[in-house]
């Protein structure tokens, strides 16, 4: 009887080496009336079929379910699991393969759930504490700022209030950024994209930020062959604001009498790339892969003592991934960085 629910590869290879045997027996026969002919044929064919198939069907399935497995686990497999893969995994049947496969699937979905929940719950998280920080710290501010200015000259209490003013100041702009990811996650700030020349809006940003990089005696330019204009279509104040970011980064962790400056290449008719490019400090190679995380700073160079919030790459990445665009960073240590989005061209 024909075991549906519960096939080997040894049924398999009997079964099709049963059925060719016959039809060669039956052929036979029609060729040839020796009995004993026909017998010795349909003995010796099907014994060597069953195991060319049973080796052919083993070797295949195999094959399929080593595949499989390293999908599941998604790890390199050690000589025990190529042991265990090679002598025991083919010694199953489908079905049992399949109920795995099943299992795993179960057990990854519930893995999703519990993931999704607890990133919608940390979103609420941010979104909650933003929105609480905001009331007391703008009143702290308040309060300071009115009492600095009755202070005396160079008293250690204005000194003291001045210091406080400053840090307070700090975490106005940390709320403010937690605030600004909160939207951008949840979608509360939809994009309002229009059609306008990118080159234009870096020279904006570069005259705005002109007395913070001028302080350093940073130069900033567009480099030469890009300045033939590309008009993009995006959020134009979205975008503004991710390279006021890439550019105030630039200036924080670039050298001294360095530059910065924008490159603008099409990669294809439908994409532009857009990079900011410093020559200062770099960024070593095990970080660059997590620096567009919330809060993420460097052990060297990108420490705390130049301020920030921490969110600032944060937010340029959730604005670029709302275009559904990429943006990415490659650095040397000690030669500079470059960060560069994609934009659809118009």
């Excluded at 080997?8 to 045997?21: E, H, N, P, W």
């Excluded at 000194?159 to 003013?165: E, G």
């Excluded at 059609?195 to 330019?221: A, G, P, R, W």
């Excluded at 033939?228 to 991710?242: G, N, Y």
Aim: proline share 1%.
């Amino acid at each position: 009887m024909f075991r549906r629910k519960n096939l080997s590869t040894q049924y398999l290879a009997f079964l099709s080496a049963f059925i060719i045997s016959l039809v060669v027996g039956i052929a036979f026969i029609i060729v040839t009336k020796d009995l004993v002919v026909v017998l010795v044929a349909f003995v010796v064919l099907n014994t060597a079929a069953y195991f060319f198939l049973h080796y052919v069907f083993s070797w295949f399935i195999y094959r399929k379910i080593k595949l499989i497995y390293k999908l599941i686990y998604n790890t390199k497999a050690s000589k025990r699991a190529e042991a265990y893969y090679k002598y025991i995994l083919p010694k199953k049947n489908l079905n049992e393969v399949n109920e795995e496969v099943e299992s795993w699937a179960i057990q990854y979905a519930n893995e999703l759930e519990v993931i999704q929940q607890n990133e919608t719950y940390r979103r609420e998280f941010l979104q909650n504490l933003s929105h609480e920080f905001k009331t007391p710290i703008f009143a702290i501010q308040g309060y300071i700022e009115t009492v600095l200015p009755e202070m005396e000259e160079h008293s250690i209490n204005k000194k003291f209030l001045t210091n406080a003013h400053k840090n307070v100041e700090r975490m106005v702009h940390l709320v403010k950024d937690l605030d600004e990811i909160s939207k951008l996650e949840t979608g509360e700030q939809p994009l309002y994209k229009e059609k306008f020349i990118i080159q234009d809006l870096v020279k904006e940003v570069f005259e705005t930020l002109y007395i913070k990089t001028q302080n350093l005696n940073i130069k900033t330019q567009i480099k030469k062959g890009c300045e033939q204009p590309i008009a993009v279509f995006a959020d134009k104040e979205k975008i503004r604001q991710v390279l006021n970011n890439l550019v105030v980064n630039a200036s924080k962790y670039g050298k001294q009498n360095g530059s910065i400056s924008a490159g603008f290449y099409k990669t294809d008719d439908k994409n532009v790339l857009v990079e900011i490019s410093d020559d200062g400090i770099g960024i070593a190679e095990e970080h660059l892969q997590r620096i567009f995380e919330r809060f993420y700073r460097t052990d060297k160079g990108r420490s705390r003592n130049v301020g920030g919030s921490g969110l600032g790459l944060a937010i340029c990445k959730h604005i670029i991934e709302a275009h559904n665009k990429t943006i990415h960073a490659r650095s040397t240590l000690n030669v500079g960085t470059t960060i560069g989005f994609t934009l659809d061209l118009k």
